[in-house]
T-cell receptor
């Protein structure tokens, strides 16, 4: 059974710092990996998607990497801002029985202090 | 505006009562999903549907039921058999393509009176 772990569970940094969020998964037979952002009491917003054949994806100040063989992904946020404060969720897609299903980690709650 | 609409935003259930959460999408997506999120936890899949009139159980389907009579709609009923229904419920949809990017609604928070 696929398990997704995110470390740390919570992180507090001063504004302007660069930071890294970690995600690990137990089964390397994934279809893709996604990073989501969730604001309190809200739904999820997809930030980056990395296909299993890719090593990284970039969007603005965000860079996500994937090492499928070791079961790890990182989300790098450059020059953090207070508006980046949110919970960041990692999810891997498995394909089975003709369907695609996501398995989520518990998230990392990020606080960026002005 | 294209997107996924969940209603209501807040819902209260009395003991022994069934309640239905609405999910509507105008993205012309084939697949739709229901997830449950508990505090400090990741999302867990309740049910999903790949096509109209077809749906499959996810990891925690007991105490829930769904229907998919229209492509745009995928309502979730929380039955009285679900003994711990208090949670945040999220609906998602995705085009049936290889990338499987899921788009999420704003969620419904269900509490027990």
């Amino acid at each position: 059974k696929q398990e997704v772990t995110q470390i740390p569970a919570a992180l507090s940094v001063p504004e302007g710092e660069n930071l890294v969020l970690n995600c690990s998964f137990t089964d390397s037979a994934i279809y893709n990996l996604q990073w989501f952002r969730q604001d309190p009491g809200k739904g999820l917003t997809s930030l980056l998607l990395i296909q299993s054949s890719q090593r990284e994806q970039t969007s603005g100040r965000l860079n996500a990497s994937l090492d499928k063989s070791s079961g790890r992904s990182t989300l790098y946020i450059a020059a953090s801002q207070p508006g980046d404060s949110a919970t960041y969720l990692c999810a891997v897609t498995r394909k089975g029985a003709g369907s695609y299903q996501l398995t989520f980690g518990k998230g990392t709650k990020l606080s960026v202090i002005p | 505006d294209g997107g996924i609409t969940q209603s209501p935003k807040y819902l209260f259930r009395k003991e022994g009562q069934n309640v239905t959460l609405s999910c509507e999408q105008n993205l012309n997506h084939d697949a739709m999903y229901w997830y449950r999120q508990d505090p400090g936890q990741g999302l867990r899949l309740i049910y999903y549907s790949q096509i109209v009139n077809d749906f499959q159980k996810g990891d925690i389907a007991e105490g829930y039921s769904v229907s998919r009579e229209k492509k745009e709609s995928f309502p979730l009923t929380v039955t009285s058999a679900q003994k711990n229904p208090t949670a945040f419920y999220l609906c998602a949809s995705s085009p049936w393509t290889g990338k499987n990017i899921q788009y999420f609604g704003a969620g419904t928070r269900l509490s027990v009176l």
